[in-house]
């Protein structure tokens, strides 16, 4: 009996929980881990299987997965996201911007074409023929639709100069023919100067034409750095180009090759051989400046220039009512005075005196050759760059009070101002 019993315990360790099947010891070890543990293991394999292929089947699914991976590899790891997704930048809001600010500014965009007499004199010494015709071209900008159009003074000016050869002498005469071709419009349209200011670089020109498509002007004052900006012009006669970057610098000061200083926009947006007088625009197509110069030569690459539109609207009315800009005038010369200079002929640092013209400003305050101009308006002075910037600011007719010093006293003077001759 108690043998019995034994047996019969002995023999119910082996049963499994599945049923009354008795197996040997090494049969039940293999088959009990086959199904408490691999079996288990594959079915949730294939459960996940089914899951994720359903959760990826649905788009609506799948883009929830992968956009809140993607979030939170950017948020662990913005330089290498560990999911394998390459992040794209799209590029379709700049090209929407580029081609609106085109779309707006280009029927406000003119070619202009120049005609000039060029005269030989050394030619004409041999019973030559000495004159040719030569041609220009430039850009312009509608600013009114009765046919008004801003431009650089340089693209509708010339002047006399010598050549690089000491041989020959060339005399270029004033345009004697200036077209305007508009946008999307083969016809060349005869044009007129209206006025043109050589300080400024800025001219204005008219064609007989109504129903034009002015264009708009931004606030040029609060551009930034880094801001979209836009070429519009005809480079080398290949009418309506543009050319894009942004606005690399504001308030620049730069000289040209007359020795003339402009405080201008910079830009890496090309700029080439024609593009003067037309625009820069931002990115809502508005003018803010007037293309007008560059810089070019081994090394240097995208500093283009433009006028601030801000400071051409009182020029640009003047030259309409006026033919010309109508400035305040002192009426002397001057030297400017730097600390080696002024040192080196025992003066002082500013502008020194060496003409004054007759009935002039000027003169009628008393100024004389010799004085050095130390201060105008309370603000110190030691270049003519300083007094004229000083000047401009007046109207004609104003009182302007300068201080001199004169064999080494100092004199305070009032000036009334005049007209420019």
Do not use: W
Request: hydrophobic share 35%; net charge negative.
């Amino acid at each position: 009996m108690e043998e019995n019993e034994k047996k019969e315990n002995k023999t119910t360790n082996f049963k499994t929980v599945s049923g009354p099947v008795v197996l040997n010891q090494k049969e039940r070890k293999h088959t009990g881990f086959g199904k408490s543990v691999l079996l288990p293991f594959f079915s949730g394999v294939v459960g996940c299987a089914v899951v994720i292929g359903t959760c990826f089947g649905v788009p609506s699914i799948r883009n929830q997965i992968l956009s809140s991976n993607y979030s939170t590899n950017n948020s662990t790891n913005t330089n290498t996201p560990s999911s394998g997704y390459v992040s794209q930048t799209s590029l379709s809001n700049y090209s929407d911007t580029a081609v609106y600010a085109a779309n707006k500014i280009l029927p406000s965009i003119v070619g202009i074409k120049i005609e000039y007499t060029v005269n030989n004199s050394m030619m004409s010494m041999f019973g030559k023929p000495s004159a040719s015709t030569a041609t220009a071209s430039g850009s312009g900008i509608i600013i009114s639709e009765d046919g008004y159009i801003l431009t650089n003074n340089h693209v509708v000016s010339s002047s006399t100069s010598d050549t690089s050869s000491s041989d020959s002498y060339y005399q270029i005469s004033e345009a004697t023919k200036l077209t305007v071709t508009l946008f999307n419009d083969s016809t060349e349209y005869t044009a007129k100067i209206i006025g043109k200011d050589e300080q400024t670089d800025l001219a204005v020109i008219k064609i007989d034409k109504t129903g034009l498509s002015k264009a708009e002007f931004a606030d040029s004052d609060s551009i930034k750095v880094g801001d979209f900006a836009m070429a519009v012009g005809n480079p080398i006669g290949l009418q309506s180009s543009v050319t894009a970057g942004i606005v690399s610098a504001v308030n620049r000061e730069v000289t040209d090759s007359d020795g003339k200083k402009f405080t201008l926009i910079q830009t890496d947006a090309a700029i080439n051989a024609g593009n003067s007088g037309g625009a820069l625009v931002n990115s809502e197509g508005k003018v803010i400046g007037i293309n007008t110069l560059k810089m070019s030569g081994t090394g240097i690459e995208g500093m283009g220039f433009a006028i601030p539109i801000n400071s051409t609207t009182d020029v640009t009315s003047q030259l309409i009512q006026y033919s010309k800009v109508k400035r305040p005038y002192i009426g002397i010369s001057g030297i400017d005075l730097n600390e080696e200079t002024a040192k080196t002929y025992n003066l002082v640092m500013g502008v020194y005196v060496k003409s004054v013209e007759d009935f002039s400003s000027a003169e009628k305050a008393g100024v004389k050759p010799g004085d050095v101009i130390i201060e105008a308006d309370g603000s110190k002075i030691t270049s003519m760059d300083d007094l004229n910037k000083i000047k401009n600011s007046h109207k004609i007719g104003d009182e302007m009070k300068i201080k001199v010093n004169r064999e080494g006293q100092e004199k305070e003077l009032t000036l009334k101002l005049g007209e420019q001759p």
